[in-house]
RNA sequence: GCCACUGUAGCUCAGUCGGCAGAGCGGCUGAUUCGUAAUCAGCAGGUCGGGGGUUCAAGUCCCUCCAGUGGCUCCA
């Protein structure tokens, strides 16, 4: 760079500066904005993040990245890796660093090593402290592709990296405290900047390492300060506490028996929630012209031979030999609406043709996955084939958008659309995908809704619209599904008359709103942690007599609410009356009455609403029909 | 399925060096009849995940199988 040239550096509200040549980006924002500056992290120079020791060679625009940014906070994320692959380094030299990327929700790196052990990750602690007090710097250098090959000679994984940073590209290495890795940067100036990081946990990656044995992975966040992190530790704690698996054993929603891994029972209060789920969903059915179905469990090999389950699905299918010869247990509901459809001529006036089906659904899912209610082997969807023509595709799926938007609403559920498209395990031609990937796409965008493109996620038959939401931990989980299919309907060989006269395939809208109950109950019972709402809560009102003198006029108010449709049931009189409350609280119950001498003589209720901590004296009748009233409406708070 | 870890009463967990199986909560019984988050006392409750081995002796050490947890892969 020319000395002398003039330089000038927009910055952020118009403000420009002319740096000097000992000038770097973090002198210059600081003395842009002195009173942030300690904020700082990093810089954007020219739309790309740069650390705040680069010098600006040309004019150009600059602004400043902290750890509210998301690039910021995606720095201090990759420097936290950086950090542990020092100390893991120190800790275990023979270790081999391999990548160290920042995550949707922290950061992980993967090592090339020996199983790691409880008392390694101690050590890796230790070393991490160490770093953080001494502040260590992030120092940038840029290297002759040589001479990284050379500091790199006993770690493979990152010759691997370094052949392939593309030819006119600089290979830059990153030096803290002695530590050295190969990296593109940018990063935080300091160690200081990462005392608030924390390990998650370590498990195994992929295998990916020459030797073949599994890469360590170890997962963490980072925080710029330790305030941060206990903050985040304490989210993390009440996260842990929502576990829908804490909670179904603790309301006896539903249970796993080693005997049957990954098959739930429903305990009587968890059918409660599936009953009260499964009749929000068929009334909606009712009013959008759906007719309900009921198929087999089980078809001969050949079905699945024809839907392309055999070929492409058969390791996560249970099968069955009866009578020598082979069964499988449905997967996934469409052969059986497929038979029913190709199972006499069919007319376009039937068309759409909308077939729901809520039937127990069995997939062997690798061991290893299954996960509470979230992940198992026997499940019931929300399912519906929808038969349509051409033209009637949009317009259905449509109607599919909004009921999905609708019943989110319902539950307060954050939710997100993913668009998923051929895998490269798929059935039937490349322009019918992407037919029906473009038609998904473009419903996607004309909703307005945001959503992710997953290439290569989708169905093995078809593209698919996915829901996501989001467990206590932040994991996400997939829901509901809109799925365009013009591949099942032709290898049934499905078909109908049109007003043509001719005979044309119509295409499968497969489709669920909730996706199962199984998974949707584990999701809502962390988003609600449990204080269901009161048409879902197991027991909607608990009458506590304040003494045996007043168990009767309990047991009234239970039957009139029960035969008002309410879940209502009284608790005894054992126990003392703040005991009994504070067992109505931990259940979640959202109305707890108490009756006393006071209620039975003026025919009052004490009502404590969930939530509130204190009780509420109205008549008997306003009370019924505030339940009720709540509870109809499917209110979300009682 | 892969890697690591975990498995003791219904639940949450203690159990030291290999030497008689423990607590709290819950349950049952009795007393208490109580006004908005825990009344008191007594009692019952265990193939220490299953199987095998080492040992005079195994909850404890070894092997193996099963299940669960966290990730990986995969998926609603």
Not at 480 to 488: E, P, R, S, V, W
Not at 623 to 634: E, G
Request: glycine share 8%; proline share 7%; with cysteine.
């Amino acid at each position: 760079m020319a000395a002398g040239a003039p330089i000038r550096i927009r910055l952020p509200d118009g403000a420009s500066a002319a740096p000097g040549p000992e000038d770097t980006v973090g002198s210059v924002l600081a003395r842009w904005a002195p009173s942030k500056a300690a904020e700082f992290l990093a810089g954007l120079w020219e739309g790309q993040p740069v650390d705040l020791g680069f010098r600006p060679a040309a004019s150009g625009s600059l602004a400043p990245l902290t750890f509210s940014d998301r690039k910021g906070w995606e720095i201090l994320q990759h420097s936290s890796a950086h950090l542990v692959a020092k100390a893991v380094v120190e800790t275990i030299p023979d270790a081999l660093p391999t990548v160290g990327p920042p995550t949707d929700d922290g950061f992980y790196y993967d090592f090339d090593v020996r199983p790691l052990t409880p008392p390694d990750l101690d050590a890796v602690r230790a070393a991490m402290a160490r770093s953080v007090k001494a502040r260590e710097a992030f120092v940038r250098r840029e290297l002759p592709r040589q001479e990284a090959e050379r500091l790199f000679a006993r770690n493979p994984h990152k010759l691997r990296y370094i052949a392939e940073v593309p030819a006119g590209e600089v290979v830059s290495v990153y030096d803290t405290g002695g530590f050295t890795d190969l990296c593109r940067g940018p990063h935080v100036p300091d160690t200081r900047w990462l005392e608030g990081v924390h390990i998650l946990g370590f498990s195994a990656a992929e295998t990916t390492a020459p030797q073949g044995r599994p890469l360590q992975r170890i997962r963490g966040v980072g925080f710029p300060t330790r305030e941060l992190l206990e903050q985040y530790l304490k989210l993390r704690a009440e996260a842990v506490a929502r576990d829908h698996r804490t909670i179904g054993q603790r309301q006896e929603l539903f249970l796993f028996q080693e005997a049957v891994p990954g098959f739930p029972f429903w305990l009587p209060n968890g059918m409660v929630i599936v009953r009260e789920l499964e009749r929000f969903v068929t009334e909606h059915l009712r009013s959008a012209g759906y007719s309900e179905i009921r198929t087999p469990l089980l078809y001969a090999r050949s079905v699945y031979e024809t839907s392309g389950h055999w070929e492409h699905y058969r390791e996560n299918m249970f099968v069955s030999e009866i009578e020598g010869q082979e069964f499988g247990w449905k997967p996934m509901n469409c052969p059986g609406a497929m038979l029913i459809f190709g199972s006499r001529p069919r007319s376009y006036r039937e068309l759409p043709l909308r077939l729901a089906e809520f039937a127990p659904l069995h997939r062997l899912e690798a061991s290893g996955t299954l996960h509470g209610l979230l992940r198992v082997r026997e499940l019931v969807q929300d399912d519906a084939h929808i038969f349509v023509t051409e033209e009637q595709i949009a317009p259905e799926i449509r109607v599919l958008l909004a009921w999905i938007r609708q019943a989110c609403a319902t539950f307060r559920l954050a939710y997100s659309f993913e668009l998923s498209t051929r895998p490269p395990s798929s059935l039937g031609e490349a322009a019918d995908w992407e037919k029906a990937e473009g038609t998904l796409r473009s419903l996607l965008v004309e909703s307005g809704a945001e959503f992710r493109a997953s290439a290569g996620e989708g169905a093995f038959y078809a593209p698919k619209i996915d829901i996501h939401v989001k467990d206590s931990l932040g994991r996400p989980w997939q829901t509901g599904t809109i799925q365009l299919d013009y591949q099942m309907p032709k290898r049934f060989g499905l078909q109908y008359q049109g007003p043509d006269g001719a005979l044309h395939t119509p295409a499968v809208v497969h489709r669920t709103i909730l996706g199962t109950w199984e998974r949707f109950v584990g999701v809502l019972t962390e988003h609600v942690a449990g204080r269901w709402p009161p048409w879902l809560a197991p027991v909607q009102v608990r009458l506590l007599p304040v003494t045996d003198r007043h168990a009767e006029a309990s047991r009234a108010v239970a039957e009139e609410l029960s035969a008002a449709g309410l879940r209502a049931g009284v608790g005894g009189s054992d126990a003392t009356l703040p005991k009994r409350i504070r067992e109505a609280e931990l259940e979640r119950v959202p109305y707890v009455v108490v009756l006393g001498d006071k209620e039975v003589a003026d025919g009052s209720v004490s009502v404590r609403i969930r939530g509130t901590r204190q009780s509420t004296s109205m008549s008997r009748a306003e009370f019924v029909a505030r339940v009720l009233d709540r509870v109809r409406r499917r209110e979300f708070d009682p």
